[in-house]
């Protein structure tokens, strides 16, 4: 109760901010060249159609749905490791590593990183199943034909620049992301 008596004289306030940005934004749009709508319709198309494609491709969910396939299981004894949300995808000599904090933290989580799964380069490889998009979706895919998505914090990291420069998906070198 005490938090929502303090935040509340606050809401007005936050409110007013989002209604100038949207009226900065509509301004924006109003006052623009024929250039600069024409650039921002093929962005809007071009978002749209990564977006098509991501649900075709089922990126929009976290594995392929087959709950007997290695992606899976693989799933389910990641999870078992650690209960934090977040993994850090790291590619080593010839295997994927996963690591993640022991539990839910939020102070000092890149410190308290422990390594929660190993994936040799035989039973899976990384992939960007996008390259043609900018996209934050990557993709695990199991031998097997099963797969994880995972959701990098930003659209181009540095699995995503590893894979353009190595497209070979058996080549895998030391890199972190």
């Known amino acids: 109760m005490l938090g929502a008596v303090l ?3 606050f809401m007005p306030i936050a409110m007013l901010f989002s209604l ?14 024929k250039e600069e709508r024409d650039r921002a319709g093929a962005s ?7 977006d098509k494609a991501i649900a075709e491709l089922g990126l929009d969910q976290t594995f392929d749905g087959n709950w007997h396939g290695a992606a899976a299981q693989f799933l389910l004894r ?26 839910r933290v939020s102070v000092r989580r890149d ?5 929660v799964a190993e994936i040799p380069v035989g039973e899976a490889v990384l992939e960007d199943p996008l390259p043609a ?7 695990i895919c199991f031998k097997d034909g099963s797969w994880l998505a995972l959701t990098s914090e930003e659209s181009r990291s540095d699995l995503h620049k590893y894979l353009m420069r190595h497209p070979e998906p058996g080549e895998i070198q030391s890199t972190e992301a």
């Open 7 to 9: 935040v509340a004289p």
């Open 20 to 33: 100038l940005a949207s009226g900065e934004e509509a301004l924006r749009r109003l006052l623009s060249t």
């Open 44 to 50: 809007d198309l071009d978002v749209e159609r990564r």
């Open 78 to 103: 990641w999870y078992s490791h650690s209960s934090h949300h977040q993994r850090f995808v790291v590619l080593a000599q010839g295997r994927i590593l996963l690591a993640a904090p022991p539990k």
């Open 111 to 115: 410190e308290r990183m422990r390594v």
């Open 133 to 139: 998009y900018e996209s934050n979706k990557l993709r």
